[in-house]
């Protein structure tokens, strides 16, 4: 057997196929394609995507101060490790107030079979005065863990 090198194996139609130039839909295709890759890499690096833990709380005085208390699913304890913040929504006003999380009990709270840890936010007396704040006042508890890119939590 004898060995051959560059044999052609496309016919003299085929070659002239593939020396053409593609038509204008085809580059105008993998136009529109690259720049919605481009959109789609500048959303993913852009838009935030907020990780929260929702919960309910009341209010609870004393006769120095007042405070939000709240209960926590007991699996997130190792997140409050770090500084949080809570947004707290009162209930009968529709105004929210950021606040942070002044204090957590690592104690285990069994409720409604789970269990649940306590946190506290302590409430400044002039604007629970202002708010008409009242003991036993429902809140509701937003608590942002992680606010990261879309991009950022996929790994990119």
Known sequence: ??????????????RHIIGIVPPLLIRIGTTVITFM??????????????ITIETNGEIIASSKMMQARFFVPYKHLKLFEDPREATLVFEGSDKFLHMPITSHRKQLIHIDDKNYFEALIKLNKTYADS???????????RILISDKTIGQLLGF
């Open 37 to 50: 890759v481009i959109a789609m890499a500048v959303v993913i690096s852009t838009i935030h995507y907020p």
């Open 131 to 141: 708010m008409q704040l009242q003991e036993h006042q429902k809140i509701e508890v």
């Open 1 to 14: 057997m004898e060995e051959t090198d560059n044999i052609e194996f496309r016919s003299e139609k085929i």
